[in-house]
T-cell receptor
Framework: NAGVMQNPRHLVRRRGQEARLRCSPM?????VYWYRQLPEEGLKFMVY????????ESGMPKERFSAEFPKEGPSILRIQQVVRGDSAAYFC????????????FGPGTRLLVL | QKEVEQDPGPLSVPEGAIVSLNCTYS??????FMWYRQYSRKGPELLMY????GNKEDGRFTAQVDKSSKYISLFIRDSQPSDSATYLC???????????FGTGTRLKVLA
């Protein structure tokens, strides 16, 4: 029973490039959440998605960031024109049915912007 | 003031000790309280999940919630070197999926 999967685990980008982070939820989970963890800080909520719908993106910067969870395939967090301040660990979590269910986290993608 | 406060540590204890980890919070609407363990360069792993006040025990771990004091604790009995990790508290209010995390406490259990 595979857990939440994220790839790549490590991503290096130069300023101005695009970063694309992928998340496959646990089998049977249809709710996906993205969090960002900056050094010495706690995880911060970014966005909550269900299949083909963005439910809440209130924690996501208005510019350069976008997320999707298509009918088929993984959820994707896209960061356009990355800047050094985007360097962080990005974690995806999933839950089974209702949003109040326990969230299970993936191993994260560590983004480094040079 | 942060919504959730957690001492970053590091906290060093000898093997076999009882460890007490704590978080305080300011939002009285929080109803769900979680503890996650995060090993270096890994994702958070759920340890305990409690609703409202009271105690919950699972093996060597006990979670306590005191809503009147806005204070939660995680106790680890007979601590092992393999317990060395960062422990994150998280909480949410009823009907929301936005977990609010503490910054984490780094624990080192010395053999």
């Amino acid at each position: 029973n595979a857990g939440v999967m994220q790839n790549p685990r490590h991503l290096v980008r130069r300023r101005g490039q695009e970063a694309r982070l992928r998340c496959s939820p646990m089998k049977g989970h249809s709710h996906v959440y993205w969090y960002r963890q900056l050094p010495e800080e706690g995880l911060k909520f970014m966005v909550y998605l269900q299949k083909e719908n963005i439910i809440d993106e209130s924690g996501m910067p208005k510019e350069r960031f976008s997320a999707e969870f298509p009918k088929e395939g993984p959820s994707i967090l896209r960061i356009q024109q990355v800047v050094r301040g985007d360097s962080a660990a990005y974690f995806c979590a999933s839950s089974p049915r209702a949003a109040q269910e326990t969230q299970y986290f993936g191993p994260g993608t560590r983004l480094l912007v040079l | 003031q942060k919504e959730v406060e957690q001492d970053p540590g590091p906290l060093s204890v000898p093997e076999g000790a009882i460890v007490s980890l704590n978080c305080t919070y300011s939002n009285s609407a929080f109803q769900y309280f979680m503890w996650y363990r995060q090993y270096s360069r890994k994702g958070p792993e759920l340890l305990m999940y409690t609703y409202s006040s009271g105690n919950k025990e699972d093996g060597r771990f006990t979670a306590q919630v005191d809503k009147s004091s806005k204070y939660i604790s995680l106790f680890i009995r007979d601590s092992q070197p393999s317990d060395s990790a960062t422990y994150l508290c998280a909480m949410s209010d009823s009907g929301t999926y936005k977990y609010i995390f503490g910054t984490g406490t780094r624990l080192k259990v010395l053999a």
